[in-house]
């Protein structure tokens, strides 16, 4: 809605420009899920606590609900729904499927977002670094076993 | 008719797509990629989104509620109050109890604990219900409250008779046996806390309902709504396409969702409400606080003479809530006597609820601690007094197991673990400074069975589509009735679109209890060879298909294609078959309901747990089985406890796809190293509220608690058990868990910890 409280925020979000008339109030994450229907980015807590909306602000993983919209203007953010490329399945994603590292699928985004990051980072040399790396996002499923073996194959497969 | 050759455990032959395969998730493309839209994440018009308001005090009354300032607030559509709410009814409870004939209302004026919903505001964005619900100001007469089962108010509590179990004279053998254990063993409040907070998203159009909402059970969620808004069943729809995890949480209607549909109602617009994460820790019940005491008396060589257990749980004050604390205690191990008790406690809580394996859980901490104490107690390895004491039958039923693998799980969890190169003596074990210990328990969950229904389409193109109103919350239902569907019929997974959390589907009962996937594949399967059966007699008999003529008795269907068995005649396609017969589409729906069932027994088998059947029916007790083999390391200056290596020997009998089967395994395993060693509810004693209602302070494992982990099953078919042969998976795991951490913690320590969970400040 339009109104005085409200400002024009530009958003590139996955490639793609978005003009959003938002109170300045509005985080990230409700501008991704509630306003442009990017509801693969989830919300699991709103306080930063579980991982669950981690998204990519120019390359590196950042919380999108500890995040103002306001902030990321300008920047460049990837959430994922832009990380399949032409269709094709991050490394990540793939992985991830292979090795069965969800269950309820509700923290997946957030991990997956948060394991490209991992790897990029350098963080992902051993099983102990990837447990550590990714210890900021929480699986109530306990898919955590899966998830350090996804990483550490795309890690692999990035590497060679 | 296609025959199934039922295999032992997960050894298969038949490629992923069959029965026992390891396809991945069906659905996994869908949420790794973002695409998989959950139930509050419907984009509709006109959306509105409400805020609670809940109780700052956890006993008395509500005085008064000034909205005044929320009212006037920007974008605020509607301030809701105990006194401009709706009039609803009152709904049956989950055994289809009939209702008190008297209003319902979500939004308290008597409140009985902190948390409770007591307004909630509506309006035009989330930011703005939120912003407006914390002008709401509420004055309470505030009362004395009990705020836990510690408080001095609380009481003995009320005597739960059913619970009574006794066999032989308990007390006397106790008294007169050559050694003796006694020890309290206590459960602190747990909490479920899916990633996904509840939450919903309310619709009329006219008397019609629709919620999507996260949910365990759409038809009997659909008949609270109905019930408290006075419409035909039918007119409500639930949709729950995806679920967030649930772990018990989401089986039932709640008052937010009460709250929500109203204020759709009130308004005429869509409204969503989601709970934050603080309101998750009190909007409903996680698991009740228990205490338990378990006396054992034994020969001197471990023989177990006696067990005598008493138990209680914590309720709220107006609610029933039965954590069965015997439940594994009276089954477990062999004896000749036993009596077990149980007594609930009211204290000014939210209504306690399931949590993955009510009862058997905190029932396995008592038990599998105390049959531990007895172990060194005699002097015997705690492997082999489990050994010892083996109930060859169940011991309370007094019948035969379905099957019991608990003995092999015993043998290939020890082998692969090497337990054998355990030194007995507690603190014998180090690495440096870390005391290294090893501790074995073991975990049982009964076989819930219930009926099921499906519809089975083949359509045109030769796929195969799959109903139920059933859900997946990460179980892998829609794999596993994909699979069931391949293999019944003859195709390609990759050929079966199954299509479930939809309340207008063939209806499903409680995904609960662990029993989903032995109900719902038995349903598949049914319905499949029915549609099978149809496909086969067409192609045998209608005149213009090209088998008219083969006169044969029977045709074979396989990758999709329909043959003779005996290889000679025509080979084509269902899709070609299909087309040369002129029909578009052959479906067949399938229960398992028993012949002369009405449509009466029907609604109830779909909408209450009534017609559940219970897992000692007939000749056999019916249970899942596990065996789990820990290592702990603990700082011997710290007391800092980490899960070093896990290896768990499980018997859920044939695994319907084991891939998934291994994954729900470990998550039960991961949510025992939690429960073991991080969560607890802690109340503030002074408002009784809890305080570490976040995911910050309450605790959950996170990836770097959590070491290897290594399953093994050691299941065989149970066709007593289901249709296909499995019995229950998701529950299974976490019992016996904590008990193995304990244990193991004792023998690194030489402390025996009761209390859990099992923080640092009890080990220094």
């Known amino acids: 809605m339009t109104s005085k409280t409200t400002i024009p925020v530009h958003l590139d979000i996955n490639g793609q420009r978005h003009t959003l008339e938002l109170e300045p109030r509005v985080t990230l994450l409700d501008a991704l899920r509630d306003r442009l229907g990017l509801t693969g980015t989830k919300k699991g807590c709103d306080h930063g606590q579980c991982g669950a909306c981690t998204v990519h602000v120019d390359g590196e993983r950042v919380l999108a609900c500890l995040t103002l919209a306001a902030q990321a203007a300008g920047r460049t953010i990837t959430t994922i729904e832009g990380l399949a490329r032409e269709g094709e399945l991050h490394p990540v994603q793939a992985a991830f499927l292979e090795q069965d590292a969800f269950q309820c699928g509700y923290c997946t985004p957030g991990q997956i977002m948060s394991a490209v990051a991992c790897i990029r980072e350098g963080h992902a040399g051993s099983d102990e670094e990837i447990r550590e790396y990714m210890a900021g996002n929480l699986c109530r499923c306990g898919a955590y076993p899966h998830i350090v073996a996804a990483v550490r194959q795309a890690a692999l497969e990035a590497a060679s | ?764």
Not at chain 2, 42 to 69: C, F, N, P, W
Not at chain 2, 90 to 118: E, M, N
Request: proline share 5%.
């Open chain 2, 1 to 764: 008719m296609t025959v199934h050759n039922i295999r032992h455990g997960d050894a298969f032959d038949g490629g992923a797509d069959a029965v026992g395969g390891r396809l991945s998730r069906v659905d996994g493309p869908a949420k790794i990629t973002g695409a998989a839209k959950y139930a509050v994440e419907q984009q509709l018009k006109g959306l509105t989104y409400a805020a609670l308001v809940e109780s700052t005090i956890a006993s008395g009354k509500v005085r008064a509620i000034d909205s005044k300032a929320a009212e006037a607030a920007p974008g605020v559509l509607k301030v809701l109050t105990p006194d401009t709410i709706i009039s609803l009814r009152s709904a049956s409870d989950w055994f289809g109890t009939p209702p008190p004939d008297k209003p319902y209302c979500p939004l308290a004026r008597d409140i009985t604990f902190s948390g409770q919903h007591v307004a909630a505001v509506v309006a035009e964005t989330f930011e703005q219900a939120v912003a407006a619900a914390a002008l709401v100001k509420v004055s309470y007469d505030e009362t004395p409250a009990i705020v836990d089962l510690s408080d001095g108010k609380a009481g003995d509590g009320i005597p739960v008779d059913a619970m009574t179990k006794e066999w032989g004279d308990a007390s006397a053998a106790f008294a007169s046996a050559p050694v003796r254990i006694c020890a309290a063993y206590n459960t602190p409040r747990e909490y479920q806390a899916p990633m996904e907070p509840h939450g919903l998203i309310a619709r009329w159009e006219g008397d019609h309902l629709t919620v999507w909402e996260p949910s365990q059970w759409l038809d009997g969620m659909a008949r609270t709504y109905a019930e408290w808004f006075a419409v035909p069943f039918e007119n409500v729809r639930l949709v729950s396409p995806y679920v967030g995890g649930g772990f018990g949480s989401k089986a039932l209607a709640l008052s937010h969702g009460a709250i929500a549909a109203s204020a759709a109602k009130m308004l005429g617009r869509p409204v969503r409400l989601v709970m934050t994460r603080p309101q998750t820790f009190t909007s409903y019940g996680g698991r009740a606080a228990t205490r338990q005491t378990v006396t054992i008396g034994a020969d001197r060589d471990g023989m177990i003479q006696s067990i005598v257990h008493r138990g209680v749980n914590e309720t709220s004050i107006d609610g029933m809530w039965v954590e069965p604390l015997g439940s594994v205690t009276s089954i477990m191990y062999a004896t000749p006597n036993f009596s077990s008790k149980q007594n609930v406690v009211r204290v000014n809580s939210v209504v306690p609820g399931a949590m993955r394996a009510p009862g058997e859980n905190p029932s396995a901490f008592g038990i599998e601690s105390a049959i531990d104490e007895l172990a060194y107690e005699v002097g015997i390895d705690p492997l082999e007094i489990r050994l010892k004491n083996y109930a060859e039958q169940d011991p309370h039923a007094k019948k035969a197991w379905s099957t019991r693998q608990l003995r092999e799980a015993f043998a290939a969890g020890a082998e692969r673990f090497g337990w054998a190169r355990r030194t007995a003596e507690p603190r014998s074990m180090r690495d440096g400074n870390q005391l290294i210990g090893w501790g074995v328990a073991a975990g049982t969950y009964p076989v819930r069975r219930a009926y099921g229904e499906a519809m089975v389409r083949i359509l045109a193109d030769g796929s195969v589509e799959v109903e139920s109103s059933s859900i997946d919350m990460g179980q892998g239902t829609y794999t596993i009735l994909a699979q069931t569907a391949a293999e019944t019929v003859g195709v390609s997974a990759d050929d079966v679109v199954v299509k479930l959390g939809d309340s207008r589907f063939p209806r499903a009962g409680v995904t609960g209890g662990s029993r989903l996937a032995g109900v719902m594949t038995g349903a598949v399967h049914k319905a499949a060879t029915s549609a099978l059966d149809q496909l086969i007699g067409l192609a045998i008999s209608d005149p213009r298909s090209p088998f008219h003529t083969l006169q044969a008795n029977t045709l074979v269907v396989a990758n999709g294609r329909i043959g003779s068995p005996r290889g000679d005649g025509p080979d084509v396609s269902i899709a070609e078959l299909l087309k040369s017969i002129g029909r578009d589409r052959i479906e067949a729906t399938g229960d398992t309901m028993p012949a002369n069932s009405t449509a009466e027994d029907r609604y109830k088998n779909y909408t209450t747990i009534a017609m559940a059947l219970p897992h000692t029916e007939g000749d056999y007790s019916r249970h899942s089985w596990c065996a789990h083999f820990v290592e702990v390391r603990v700082d011997e200056d710290f007391g800092t406890v980490r899960v070093s290596r896990v290896v768990s020997a499980l018997d859920s009998g044939r695994l319907y796809n084991p891939k998934l089967a291994e994954s729900q395994w470990k998550g039960g395993i991961i949510m025992g190293i939690g429960q073991a060693l991080l969560e607890e509810g802690i109340v503030d004693r002074r408002h009784g509220r809890i305080v570490n209602n976040n995911l910050a302070d309450y605790l959950v494992p996170t990836n770097a608690d959590v070491p290897e982990i290594e399953v093994i099953s050691v299941g065989i078919p149970d066709l007593h058990s289901s249709v296909l042969g499995g019995k229950g998976v998701g529950e299974l795991a976490i019992v016996g868990m904590a008990p193995a951490i304990a244990n193991a913690v004792f023998h690194a320590t030489g402390k025996r910890i009761r209390d859990l969970p099992i923080t640092l400040e009890k080990l220094i």
